[in-house]
C-alpha cells in the first residue's frame, strides 16, 4: 500500500519562496514517477511539475517555469516543490502524487490519470 503526506504549505506575501515536501511510504519509491498537481477554489486540478522514477527528467507547467524547481531525494523517499517569486495566482490546494509506470514512459506523465496514488493536499495561499 502507497500512502504520500505533504507538508510545506502556508501563507504567504507575493514574491516569497516555499518548499513543499511529500513523503512516500511504500516499497518501491526508487521506481516511481512523482507529480506535483494543484487546484484552486472552482477550478480543475492542474499539472504543475513532474519527475521520472530515475530523476534525470523533469517537466514544468508553462506558468511554473523559471520560478518552481521538483526534485527528489531517494534515501528520503521524498520529493520536494522549491516555489519561489510566488505570485497570489499560486494560491491552491498542491497535491503530489504517483507514476507507477514511469519506467515504461518516455516522456513525463502530465495527466491526473496517469498518476496512481495521491496524497490530502497542502494548502499554499500567496497575498498581494
Known amino acids: 500500500q502507497v500512502a504520500l503526506v505533504e507538508s510545506g504549505g502556508g501563507l504567504v506575501q507575493a514574491g516569497d519562496s516555499l518548499r513543499l515536501s511529500c513523503v512516500y511510504s511504500g516499497r518501491t519509491f526508487s521506481s516511481t514517477g512523482m507529480g506535483w498537481f494543484r487546484q484552486a477554489p472552482g477550478k480543475e486540478r492542474e499539472f504543475v511539475a513532474g519527475?521520472?522514477?530515475?530523476?534525470?527528467?523533469?517537466y514544468y507547467a508553462d506558468f511554473v517555469k523559471g520560478r518552481f524547481t521538483i526534485s527528489r531525494d531517494n534515501a528520503k523517499n521524498t520529493v520536494y516543490l522549491q516555489m519561489n517569486s510566488l505570485k497570489p495566482e499560486d494560491t491552491a490546494v498542491y497535491y503530489c502524487?504517483?507514476?507507477?509506470?514511469?519506467?515504461?514512459?518516455?516522456?513525463?506523465?502530465?495527466?491526473?490519470?496517469?498518476?496512481?496514488?495521491w496524497g490530502q493536499g497542502t494548502q499554499v495561499t500567496v497575498s498581494s
Open positions: 519527475i521520472s522514477w530515475s530523476g534525470r527528467t523533469t
Open positions: 502524487a504517483t507514476d507507477q509506470h514511469s519506467r515504461f514512459r518516455s516522456r513525463v506523465a502530465t495527466i491526473t490519470g496517469e498518476y496512481d496514488y
